[in-house]
C-alpha cells in the first residue's frame, strides 16, 4: 500500500496544482517530492535558481514549499544537495534509471511521515476509486471515516477535480476522472444499478488483456483463456457499446473489429502532453492482436516479440496482410508502409520521440496492462537542463501566450483591431 500512497499523493498535487487547502501537510508535500523526482530522473547536475523556477512554473511546486522537497527527496537518497553555507547552490540526481519513485516515497511516507485525519481519509477514498466508482454512501459505512471528513475530503477532491459526484438512478456515485475518463455518467449509471463488484472484476480482466477482439469475447464468452460470467460479459458489451472502453477499430476484409482497453486515464498518470502518445500504443497494440487472434493466414505468436523487432529494427518484414493489419497506423503517422511485391508490404517506423515513446508504452500494456512514466512534462525536462536564461526565456514566451489567449472577448477583439488600424 506505502507505493499507492505516494501515486495518490501525486494524483492529488496534479489537481490542486497551486489551490492552497490548510487540511493537507504531508501529503501535498510528498505528491510535489513524487512529481519532482520523475521530471529529474537521469538528469545530471541542475542549478537551484533554474530548479525553483522550473518546477514552480511547470509542476506547481512553489518556491516556499521546494526545499521541504528537497529534504524529503535528500532524505530517500534520490537527490544530494549542495550548499554555500546555508545558500542551495545545485543538486545532484541520484535515481536509479529502473528505480520506481513511487516505492522509495512510499516507504518514506510510511515509515517517517504522520498523516492528519483528512489526509488519510483521502488516500482511502482515492484507493477506493481506484479500482471502480462507488456508490458514495456505501463507501461511506464501509470506510468509517468521520462524516464531516469524509464530505469535506470529497469536496476537495471535487474541487481539484479527482474525485467527480455523479446522480445516477437516484444514487450518489463517486468517481474519479484521473482513473476513468470516458463517459463517467455511463460509469455511474452501472455502479447505482449494483454492479460495481462484478464492474471492478471485469476491468481487471480487460487490463491483464489489452486489445483483446471483442468479437472474440461475445462468441467464446472469455478474454484471455478466462472465463466471463454472464454479468461479467454483458458488461464487457455495454462498457464498449457506451464507449467506457473505447476499443480501436481495425476494417479488414471486409468486415470491421473492435479492440478493447481499459478506460483512458485523465489528467494524471497520462501526462497531457502525451495523450496521442497513448492512442498511438492502443493502435499499435490492436495491430498485433489483429495478427495473433483473427489472422488471414499467417499468425503472430507473440505480440510483444513483434513490437520489440519493430524497436530494435525499425522495421518489420513483408507479409500479405499488412496493409489491412498497420492501416491504423499509417493513418496515425506511427509507421508507412513499403511494398516490395504485388501482394506484400513492409512497416516501417517512423522514428520520431512521440512514436517511439508510443512503442514502449504499447509493450508495456502488453506485458503488465498498466503504463508508467507517462507524467512526465518533456518541456520541463528540457528546462531542467539548460540555464536560467534558457528558463526566463521560456517562461516568459509561455506567460505571452497565455496573455494572448485571455484575449478573446469580441469587443476586446474588436478594440484591439481598431487600435492597431489607428481606427476610431
Keep these: 500500500m506505502s507505493r499507492e500512497t505516494a501515486e495518490f499523493a501525486f494524483d492529488l498535487h496534479t489537481g490542486l496544482s497551486t489551490l492552497q487547502v490548510p487540511e493537507f501537510d504531508q501529503l501535498q508535500i510528498i505528491g510535489m517530492a513524487a512529481t519532482l523526482a520523475?521530471?529529474?530522473?537521469?538528469?545530471?547536475?541542475?542549478?537551484?535558481?533554474?530548479?525553483?523556477?522550473?518546477?514552480?512554473?511547470?509542476?506547481s511546486i512553489p518556491s516556499y514549499a521546494l526545499k521541504s522537497v528537497l529534504e524529503v527527496l535528500a532524505e530517500v537518497e534520490f537527490i544530494r544537495i549542495f550548499k554555500t553555507g546555508k545558500t542551495i547552490e545545485k543538486i545532484t540526481p541520484n535515481i536509479p534509471?529502473?528505480?520506481?519513485?513511487?516505492?522509495?516515497?512510499?516507504?518514506?511516507?510510511?515509515?517517517?511521515?504522520?498523516?492528519?485525519?483528512?489526509?488519510?481519509?483521502?488516500?482511502?477514498?482515492?484507493?477506493?476509486?481506484?479500482?471502480?466508482?462507488?456508490?458514495?454512501?456505501?463507501?461511506?459505512?464501509?470506510?468509517?471515516?468521520?462524516?464531516?471528513?469524509?464530505?469535506?475530503?470529497?469536496?476537495?477532491?471535487?474541487?481539484?477535480?479527482i474525485v467527480a459526484q455523479h446522480i445516477a438512478r437516484g444514487k450518489n456515485i463517486l468517481i474519479s476522472p484521473f482513473y476513468f475518463a470516458d463517459n463517467l455518467d455511463g460509469l455511474a449509471d452501472i455502479v447505482a444499478g449494483g454492479g460495481t463488484p462484478a464492474l471492478q472484476s471485469t476491468l481487471k480482466k480487460v487490463k491483464d488483456n489489452q486489445g483483446w477482439p471483442l468479437s472474440l469475447v461475445a462468441s467464446t464468452g472469455e478474454?484471455?483463456?478466462?472465463?466471463?460470467?454472464?454479468?461479467?460479459?454483458?458488461?464487457?458489451?455495454?462498457?464498449?457499446?457506451?464507449?467506457?472502453?473505447?476499443?480501436?477499430?481495425?476494417?479488414?476484409g471486409g468486415r470491421t473489429e473492435s479492440f478493447l482497453f481499459t478506460p483512458k486515464p485523465g489528467s494524471t498518470r497520462l501526462n497531457a502532453a502525451n495523450r496521442e502518445v497513448y492512442e498511438r500504443a492502443m493502435a499499435l497494440i490492436s495491430a498485433v492482436r489483429k495478427g495473433q487472434l483473427l489472422p488471414d493466414a499467417y499468425r503472430i505468436r507473440s505480440p510483444v516479440r513483434i513490437l520489440e523487432s519493430l524497436r530494435d529494427s525499425g522495421f518489420l518484414r513483408s507479409n500479405s496482410e499488412a496493409r489491412d493489419q498497420y492501416q491504423n497506423l499509417v493513418v496515425l503517422r506511427v509507421a508507412h508502409l513499403k511494398q516490395t511485391s504485388p501482394s506484400r508490404w513492409e512497416l516501417h517506423l517512423n522514428?520520431?520521440?512521440?512514436?517511439?515513446?508510443?512503442?514502449?508504452?504499447?509493450i508495456e500494456l502488453l506485458r503488465t496492462?498498466?503504463?508508467?512514466?507517462?507524467?512526465?512534462?518533456?518541456?520541463?525536462?528540457?528546462?531542467?537542463?539548460?540555464?536560467?536564461e534558457y528558463v526566463q526565456s521560456l517562461i516568459s514566451s509561455a506567460e505571452m501566450k497565455k496573455r494572448q489567449k485571455q484575449l478573446m472577448d469580441e469587443q476586446a477583439v474588436h478594440e484591439f483591431e481598431q487600435l492597431l488600424l489607428k481606427l476610431d
Design 351 to 362: 522514428r520520431t520521440p512521440e512514436n517511439e515513446a508510443a512503442l514502449k508504452l504499447a
Design 97 to 161: 534509471l529502473f528505480e520506481n519513485v513511487y516505492e522509495g516515497l512510499g516507504e518514506y511516507a510510511e515509515n517517517e511521515v504522520v498523516f492528519n485525519e483528512h489526509e488519510q481519509a483521502t488516500v482511502s477514498i482515492l484507493s477506493s476509486l481506484y479500482d471502480a466508482p462507488r456508490n458514495k454512501d456505501s463507501l461511506f459505512s464501509k470506510l468509517g471515516i468521520d462524516r464531516q471528513v469524509f464530505d469535506r475530503c470529497v469536496k476537495l477532491g471535487s474541487e481539484s477535480g
Design 369 to 388: 496492462g498498466t503504463m508508467s512514466n507517462m507524467e512526465v512534462d518533456r518541456e520541463a525536462r528540457i528546462a531542467l537542463s539548460k540555464g536560467e
Design 223 to 252: 478474454i484471455g483463456g478466462t472465463k466471463l460470467s454472464v454479468t461479467e460479459a454483458q458488461l464487457v458489451r455495454k462498457l464498449a457499446a457506451e464507449g467506457i472502453v473505447r476499443p480501436p477499430t481495425i476494417k479488414f
Design 38 to 59: 520523475i521530471h529529474i530522473k537521469g538528469l545530471g547536475d541542475i542549478e537551484y535558481e533554474v530548479l525553483r523556477k522550473v518546477s514552480d512554473h511547470f509542476m
